[in-house]
């Protein structure tokens, strides 16, 4: 299950810029629009700058 923790997310959208289908904004902060297993994923928890993201 792919998770993110508000406390640690910036905000700064590079998991929406590399994976739109399974991450968004809202409110300053990253959310998961949808559980689905795409390679982007990885690539989202690997650019993440606080480590945010897990899976």
Do not use: W
Request: proline content about 4%; overall charge positive.
């Amino acid at each position: 299950m792919i998770k993110i923790d508000k406390e640690k997310c910036i905000g700064c959208g590079s998991c929406e810029a590399v994976c739109r289908e399974v991450f968004g904004m809202k409110d300053g902060k990253a959310f998961v629009k949808a559980q689905k297993k795409l390679p982007c994923v990885q690539e989202a928890v690997d650019i993440c700058p606080t480590s945010a993201i897990t899976k």
